[in-house]
């Protein structure tokens, strides 16, 4: 059990931090941007799952909107579990090469695969695109949008370190991005709304 008792030590006012092992790198290097960037993932997920907490139940006329509530439920357990394997993924690129500890657990290609089948579940409910999604939407859609390109730049930094990073981190994160994409069209669909499509230049007004 982690047991943090004190968050600003001073130890990172030179501009460098500690990796799990404890040996200090500059806050600039590829190791801290990539742990630092799906942190930030994280957090977008988690005003998401803020968004849902309050996104509304009840329809204009008064109806409880079960349906979409049971699938705002079903979103929230979703990202709850993605947020605690963004925390072993980020904990574990806080480790130095070949310097993960022997206690820590790591994820398994299970977790990507398992981020696949929710997709086709979802999938199921919607209907095939004609045109690229213009990022925007219900609260919970528009932070949707802003996780999944914010996974998609740690997607980038993990494959800037191919060499130094497992295979199961960037296959995991590469789904991740594409879930956070097919989830918001998912409550996009279950929430009676509609996408905004993207409209080539040639043939806007």
């Not at 799952?49 to 996104?55: F, I, W």
């Not at 089948?117 to 409910?125: I, K, P, Q, S, V």
């Not at 991005?177 to 080539?200: I, M, N, Q, Y």
Request: proline share 5%.
């Amino acid at each position: 059990m982690v047991r943090i008792t004190k968050v600003h030590t001073g130890g990172g006012d030179g501009g460098e931090t500690s990796l799990v092992d404890g040996s200090r790198v500059g806050k600039e290097h590829p190791r801290v941007n990539l742990f630092g960037t799906i942190d930030e993932a994280n957090s977008s997920i988690g005003i998401v799952r803020m968004e849902l907490s309050r996104a509304p139940t009840h329809a204009p006329d008064g109806g409880r909107m079960t349906a979409f509530v049971s699938s705002c439920d079903t979103a929230d357990s979703m990202l709850g579990a993605i947020q605690q394997e963004l925390f072993d993924v980020g904990a574990e690129c806080a480790c130095p090469v070949g310097g993960v500890p022997e206690q820590m657990s790591i994820i398994s290609a299970e977790a990507g695969d398992r981020l696949v089948a929710e997709m086709d579940e979802m999938l199921l409910d919607l209907e095939p695109l004609s045109s690229f999604i213009l990022p925007t939407g219900s609260p919970p859609v528009a932070n949707l949008h802003i996780a999944r390109t914010v996974v998609r730049r740690a997607e980038r930094e993990a494959c800037a370190m191919r060499d130094e990073v497992r295979a199961e981190i960037i296959s995991y994160l590469n789904r991740l991005s594409d879930h956070c994409f097919v989830l918001g069209r998912w409550l996009t669909a279950k929430s009676g709304g509609e996408e905004t499509l993207w409209t080539p230049l040639g043939k806007r007004d």
